[in-house]
């Protein structure tokens, strides 16, 4: 279970991220000739910016380290540092954090590991760390930490080995769990071009964390998009409201969420202390906050590098894809249709141009193939684009041209028209590949230099075409007042759940306004006869043993008795198989009048060991089990959220009426799914889990009707 650290106590929040980002001078702790962590921080600290006079070795066995001058303590420093790098094994830390709070340093890097990863005792000793720094105002990065980078500040504390030098300033901030992941992504950016404002690992979090940078990177004019490698958190709400906040604030946020199977889960619970949950409730979080997820290293490099290309209003605009090959036009309609990718219906106007130019009728517009009509019929070519680039329903077109391994005078003459023409009848302009190739650094270097994006594969593109597409759509699902007061604001060890009593669980369902079959409950035969007295056969009993939610798989419901001696004999039989398998003496049947004729649904809820309370619901009854047909969402839920949600699910043709059934009334089961997220979404709610299995969906305009609960409580 993931500890609690410093990010709890109050006087940890006030820290400002940036502190670590806006550097004049450096001191690096424990620097050492000829090792790694050390001449990595060093030379990069030079390369990005900082005065060989503002980069301060500190070490008293030696007077000069990698040709500066080396100090024996910070004491000993003509100057205070805005930034200590501590490179010392953890059993000196302390001492170094000592140091810099006695000289009043803002910020502070600490790379060794020993914390929070390595168990209890680590997690004490980062508990201390993180409040100390955070109790005198030191903006704490790690322990457990490569560093950063922030080209656009002039700053590079990353010790990971040399940054590369083909890293350029840009728009692009990253925030990863992962320092290798990390590491990868700074040599693929600086290969590709993919400018960069910054990127940090967060190392252990023990007083800055994921949401501390999401938060600063949303309110940073020098940030347009915002790459996340997430594992886990310890601060869920947090988190939720700084992912949504960078959506507010208008920044296209790309994350990479890892380690949610079930095996993936186990590694994150080993790497950093932290632990993990599912990757479908991760995914509904993500929904509700505006976030695009992206499911591997490429998919993510081709979506940010796309997003970096484009402007805010073309990402997930109307596409165009344009080719000089048939058979690639079949194979991106293909790719596209099973990536749920639309491509733009141009007007009849712009097919009526691009048949007469390409001599055919009503060819096929997008994808276009403009064949090789660049060299054999050139007005063509420089036609049928400035068609496409000029048609309303397209804000961007992607095209695949002639590659070679680098770029010629005239590949890149080429290229450059074709951007600029584009660009001048109206839309923005991608460039693709067929498949990734090794090729000559010199191509990135002119689409940076086109500030055109470059996509290495045809699947690279369609997939992030598809993201940014399907970000721009789901924009209905965001919860916009973003208080996600069901997130729990530190993770911590969850309460056992306890089965409410029955009369416990019908009094919670009337008060969440959940609709429910007329319903008594009985302890013995004769009870049931005179509680049933009113009621209308045909009539339901089911035996309610603590802690069963299965009441069919046990044999414990009776359906259509008939009248008052089949109820006799019916409630006999519950309460002799009852007898076997309750371990105490309250069993109790229930008896219902039955419900017919709806389509069954199920709503339900349990508590997630790292985000709370989550909402599920789909197929109810068997097919809950069968077919996992299931939409999960963070409480509270508006009925127009669950409506959406509701639209995504395969049994939602059942409510539509599959099969020349009659449709069902969708509105009632959105309204009481919102009503009843309600109920839970409080921070001050005692119910742990519920389950209503099944929720009968009526024709619409009928309403719903519950007829089975099971409701845990904390308390």
């Known amino acids: 279970m993931a500890s609690p650290t410093a990010t709890e106590t109050p006087a940890a929040r006030p820290l400002d ?10 001191a690096v702790v424990g620097a050492s000739p000829g090792k790694h962590y050390s001449t990595s921080v060093i030379a990069n600290l030079l390369q990005f910016g900082l005065p060989a006079e503002k980069v301060m070795p500190i070490n008293p066995k030696y007077d000069e380290i990698d040709g500066l001058r080396c100090h024996a303590s910070l004491a000993d420093l003509p100057g205070r540092p805005s930034l200590v790098v501590s490179l010392v094994g953890v059993e000196r830390v302390d001492a170094v954090l000592d140091d810099a709070i006695e000289a009043q340093v803002p910020a502070m890097l600490v790379i060794a590991d020993g914390y929070s990863e390595m168990g209890a005792e680590g997690t004490a000793r980062q508990a201390r760390l993180a409040d100390k720094a955070a109790r005198h105002g030191v903006t704490l990065l790690g322990p457990n930490s490569l560093g950063y980078v922030a080209p656009s500040r002039g700053v590079a504390a990353w010790v990971g080995g040399r940054v590369p030098e083909r890293l350029t300033a840009g728009r692009v901030s990253l925030a990863f769990q992962s320092s290798g992941m990390l590491n990868l992504v700074l040599n693929q950016v600086a290969h590709r071009r993919i400018g960069l404002a910054a990127a940090v690992s967060v190392g252990n979090e023990a007083v800055m964390d994921l949401a501390d940078f999401i938060r600063a990177f949303a309110d940073d004019a020098e940030t347009d998009v915002l790459g996340i490698v997430l594992e886990s958190t310890t601060r869920p709400r947090a988190l939720a409201q700084a992912l949504l906040h960078a959506n507010q604030a208008g920044k296209t946020v790309v994350v990479l969420s890892i380690g949610k199977s079930e095996r993936g889960m186990k590694n994150v619970s080993s790497h950093a202390g932290r632990m993990a949950t599912s990757g479908r409730v991760w995914s509904a979080l993500f929904r509700q906050v505006g976030a695009l997820v992206v499911d591997d290293l490429t998919d993510f490099m081709e979506t940010v590098a796309l997003s970096a290309g484009l402007s805010a209003e073309a990402r997930g605009g109307g596409l165009a894809l344009a080719t000089i090959s048939g058979g690639d036009c079949g194979l991106l309609s293909d790719m596209a249709e099973n990536l749920d990718l639309e491509l733009g219906d141009v007007t009849p106007q712009t097919q009526a141009i691009l048949d007469e130019q390409l001599s055919r009728t009503n060819i096929l517009a997008n994808p276009l193939d403009v064949r090789n009509t660049r060299t054999s019929a050139p007005e063509v070519f420089w036609a049928s684009l400035a068609a496409l680039a000029a048609d309303p329903n397209i804000a961007t077109v992607a095209l695949r041209l002639n590659l070679a391994l680098a770029p010629t005078k005239q590949h890149e003459e080429m290229y450059t028209r074709v951007a600029e023409h584009i660009r001048a009848n ?116 089911k035996g309610i043993v ?170």
């Open 17 to 26: 991220p940036m502190a670590l980002l806006n550097v004049s001078s450096a």
């Open 546 to 715: 603590p802690g069963v939610v299965h009441k069919s798989d046990l044999k414990l419901v009776e359906l259509n008795i008939a009248d008052v001696e089949d109820l006799e004999a019916r409630v006999t039989a519950l309460f002799e198989r009852m007898a076997g398998l309750a371990v105490t003496d309250e069993v109790v049947v229930e008896i219902q009048e039955m419900a017919g004729g709806g389509a069954e649904f199920f709503l339900g809820m349990h508590s997630d060991p790292i985000l709370g309370r989550i909402m599920s619901f789909g197929l109810g009854g068997i097919f809950l089990e069968l077919l996992h047909d299931v939409a999960y969402a963070v409480p509270p839920v508006s009925a127009a959220q669950a409506t959406a949600l509701l639209q995504t699910l395969r049994g939602w043709d059942v409510l539509q009426g599959a099969r020349g059934q009659e449709p069902r009334d969708v509105a009632a089961l959105a309204d009481v799914i919102a009503t009843v997220s309600a109920a839970v979404a409080g921070p001050d709610s005692t119910v742990s889990s519920f389950d209503f299995n099944p929720v009968l969906v009526m024709p619409a305009g009928s309403g719903v009707v519950a007829v089975d609960a099971y409701v845990e409580g904390t308390k």
């Open 426 to 541: 109206g839309a923005e302009c991608v460039f693709t590949s067929r498949v990734t190739e090794t090729s000559s650094e010199r191509w990135f270097d002119l689409f940076a230099e086109l500030g055109t994006p470059f996509l290495t594969s045809y699947d690279g593109a369609i997939k992030a075409f598809a993201n940014l597409q399907h970000h721009r759509r789901d924009a209905h699902y965001i919860n916009e007042d973003g208080a996600f007061t069901a997130l729990p604001e530190v993770v911590a060890e969850m309460p056992e759940g306890q089965p409410l009593s029955w009369q416990q669980t019908m009094d919670w369902v009337g008060r969440t306004g959940m609709p429910f079959t007329r319903t008594v409950q009985a302890m013995s035969v004769a009870e049931a006869v005179e509680a049933t007295a009113t009621m209308t056969f045909p009539l339901v009993a």
